[in-house]
């Protein structure tokens, strides 16, 4: 593994992932009135397609966010670009609101509209 790599980078191979079109689903949560569990519905959902540059950054923030004491957790997957990240989801430090990215790897917009239902 490189020294400018991390567990959640190693495995990232740029060159098939510059070709590929990433598709991030990120959707924002918030406390329920009692405070011990999150809402099920979202209070916030966007969709829009990233680069691959900006995929490595997510996952390359992981550490630092974890080290400042926020709660991240990322799910790996088998996709065609390899085995990497699919979901992150971050947790603030004070747990007043829970953050998941939910990353797809994609030939083009077209795919995505059309297999997975978004809206890009």
Same mark, same amino acid.
């Given at each position: ?28 949560? +918030?406390? $329920? ?6 809402? !099920?519905?979202?209070?916030?959902? #966007?969709? *829009?397609? =990233? ?19 926020? +709660?991240? $957790? ?6 065609? !670009?390899?085995?990497?990240?699919? #979901?992150? *989801?971050? =947790? ?29």
């Amino acid at each position: 593994m490189k020294k400018d790599r991390n567990r959640y980078t190693a495995n990232l191979r740029m060159e098939s992932l510059q070709a590929a079109c990433i598709v991030v689903v990120e959707r924002e949560y +918030s406390r $329920t009135a009692s405070g011990k569990s999150w809402k !099920a519905k979202p209070n916030r959902s #966007e969709t *829009r397609q =990233i680069t691959a540059q900006n995929y490595f950054n997510y996952c390359d923030s992981i550490p630092f966010f974890k080290n400042l004491g926020g +709660s991240e $957790t990322c799910d790996f997957g088998y996709t065609y !670009a390899g085995y990497i990240p699919v #979901e992150i *989801r971050s =947790i603030a430090p004070d747990h007043s609101k829970k953050i998941v990215r939910r990353f797809y790897n994609v030939e083009s917009p077209d795919t995505a509209r059309n297999i997975y239902k978004l809206a890009i």
